[in-house]
């Protein structure tokens, strides 16, 4: 294996939705954190009862699911190796292009501002030729199309069951796979992402976190490497 890319799909990271910026109570709760409603991100620990009539309102609001999984990946020694590569697909077709020498804030609201920035500005940071992480318009077809991955893994509770150790095999005998994982809090992928992956496989019997999918995926390639 060359490199492996996690693709976080479906990812519940957004700017607010125009119907909701421009509501007064918002615009209360902008000032107050001295925001501009357009840049806030979508949370739902602060929007939650304005949330309920947007389309899919479960699978939003969670950036905190993107903030620690990100984290998993990128201080990995699999990531310190240069054997990754990382792409947060979000529910809304965006594109965050992560450099794998990104080092995320470990506190979530310094998190929150970088990626309020970078919807705001399209890359992080906006006035400097090193680019930790860039903002695109981009289907996950398009996403595929892009990375050009060998082979492209779904995990999902709805695959089939393998043991771990037999997935980590399986994935570092590619030479650039991907494997893509769910960063939403509830519900399922869209059907397009089952349909354009080439194989679909679950590692427990019941879900999970994308972070604890993300860390048993990572630990498991770098002891099937040899790495640790």
């Known amino acids: 294996m060359k490199q492996l890319t996690f693709i976080l799909a479906d990812s519940s990271i957004e700017v607010l939705p125009p119907e909701l910026a421009k509501l007064r109570e918002i615009a209360k709760l902008a000032k107050r954190l001295r925001k501009k409603p357009q840049y806030m991100l979508l949370d739902r620990a602060l929007h939650h009862r304005f949330m309920t009539h947007l389309n899919d309102s479960l699978k939003r609001g969670r950036p905190d699911i993107v903030h620690m999984t990100l984290l998993t990946i990128l201080e990995s020694p699999l990531n310190k190796l240069g054997k990754v590569r990382v792409y947060v697909h979000t529910l809304q077709d965006y594109v965050i292009e992560v450099n794998p020498e990104t080092r995320l804030p470990k506190n979530y609201y310094r998190f929150i501002?970088?990626?309020?920035?970078?919807?705001?500005?399209?890359?992080?940071?906006?006035?400097?030729?090193?680019?930790?992480?860039?903002?695109?318009?981009?289907?996950?077809?398009?996403?595929?199309?892009?990375?050009?991955?060998?082979r492209t893994i779904l995990l999902t509770e709805k695959g089939e069951r393998v043991?771990?150790?037999?997935?980590?095999?399986?994935?570092?005998?590619?030479?650039?796979?991907?494997?893509?994982?769910?960063?939403?809090?509830h519900g399922d992928f869209r059907k397009e992402i089952y349909d354009i992956c080439d194989e679909k496989y679950s590692i427990y019997d019941e879900s999970l976190e994308a972070f604890t999918v993300a860390q048993r995926v990572v630990s498991s390639c770098e002891i099937a490497l040899g790495i640790i």
């Open 113 to 150: 501002g970088l990626m309020e920035q970078l919807f705001k500005e399209g890359k992080v940071p906006p006035e400097s030729d090193l680019t930790l992480l860039s903002l695109y318009k981009m289907t996950f077809k398009q996403l595929i199309d892009h990375v050009k991955p060998c």
């Open 163 to 185: 043991p771990l150790i037999e997935l980590s095999k399986m994935i570092i005998s590619y030479e650039n796979p991907a494997v893509v994982i769910g960063c939403f809090p």
